[in-house]
């Protein structure tokens, strides 16, 4: 008597020229199995989203082996299982970098996936802000094994928990505009403070809205279309140094096509990401195959992204003197800020900016003059605004801080980033009025 059915011997008959196809694509779809592909393939333990793209694709594995042979296909067996074998080439190239290579050697390779999926570069392009930090940033994978992984970048861009547009009734919130020198701690220490002297209960909020390497312009931008969705009470503006790097430090053919907006400097981000080239190795980044290819290549330097571009537009004919006697983009880009800061009832805190006067890194005559006036337009755009505006006078502050240092030219060790936070602090905290409590609501204390 026949094993098999008559009719099943048939199939096998007319099928027979694509009969390897079966038991192949079979043994790949069980492969691909989460539980059987982490024991025997994986170079790591496998994260529940790669357990679901496992299952999916075993199934589809599967699914595509029956449909190629029920349909008997000769030309689309051919494809499946060229598909097939390039899967037996991967699996068993996982199969031996498991069985013989070392832990730390393999922890390379995996390495090496999230630097070309992106994981190693810091920032990512932006259509209206140039550029802001990539939320998938692992600081670890940086080639400065020495440097502390820095604070993740929220899914807005920056270095904060995440941001939520909702209140909590009866918050203090607070919004820090700035450069390196926000990006930094004081945020986070400015929270602290105020959540220690404000009234018991009060829930407090201060988002950091810092980017490395932005001026005015940035954040000016970033304020009229982010920020004031946030609803701040306050928002702190500290800025001038990088306003000095992308205007009295530019180049003589940049500076005489200064603009306002800094294009002549600042220009479309050349990030890492969006590339036809660095979205392919994105893609191809899981495949063990590809990257032991790549093993012995040099990386490609997209651990922080390529520096911006400037744009090749005509400028408005400024000379440097224009620049260096009167920062007019930076003063015009602080009154923008306050006008729109007004029309939304948000309180500014202006903050100067501290330097290091003479040499050491990033230290010219040109920029302590730039900064100097950057601080004095600071001031007489608050004193022109009187009860309007704070004005937080580091520079003036610091000479009665003997335990602030400086790291370089502009930033503060952490001591410094706790004074500068208990200056803006209180001066918040003596302007601050507590919201009202309903008509209705109970009063506080025993009856």
Known sequence: MPLLPRWWRGLLARRRGILP??????????????????????????????????????????????????????RGAGLLLGLLVLLSLELGARAWVVATWSTERRGELERMRRILAGEAVE????????????????????PDRDQPAARPYNRFGFPDDEFHY?????????????????????????????????????????????????????????????????QPDYVVFHHAHNDFIDAVHARPEQLSALRGDYAHLAGRYAGSTGSFVTSLEARLAPSLLYRLARHQAVMPDRLHGAPPAGLPLAGGGAT???????????????????????????RVVLLTQPHR?????????????????????????AAARPGEVLLVDLVAALPQAPQVRFEDNIHLDFAGEQWKAAQVGAAILADWRPPSPPADAPSPGPP
């Open 21 to 74: 196809v079966l038991p192949l694509g079979g043994l790949l779809a069980l492969a691909l199995v989460p539980g059987v592909f982490a024991r025997l393939f994986a170079l790591g333990p496998l994260e529940p989203d790669a357990a679901h793209l496992l299952s999916g694709a075993a199934a589809g594995v599967a699914l595509a082996t029956a449909g190629t042979f029920l349909a008997g296909s000769r």
């Open 166 to 230: 909702a209140r909590s009734p009866g918050s203090l919130r607070v919004a820090c505009l700035g450069g390196s020198t926000t990006a930094g701690a004081y945020p986070g220490l400015l929270e602290e403070w105020l959540q220690a002297h404000v009234p018991a209960g009060t829930p407090v909020e201060v988002l950091n809205f810092g980017m490395g390497g932005w001026t005015s312009a940035h954040s000016l931008a970033n304020y009229v279309l982010n920020v004031v969705d946030f």
């Open 123 to 142: 920032y990512l392009a932006h259509p209206f802000l140039q550029y802001v930090g990539n939320p998938r940033f692992d600081a670890n994978l940086s």
């Open 357 to 381: 006067v003479g040499g050491g890194p990033m230290g010219t005559e040109a920029r302590d003059r730039f900064i100097q006036r950057c601080n004095q337009a600071l001031a007489e755009e």
């Open 320 to 346: 440097r003197e224009m620049v260096q006697d009167g920062p007019w983009p930076y003063r015009r880009n602080v009154q923008s800020l306050l006008a729109v800061a007004q029309a939304h009832r948000q």
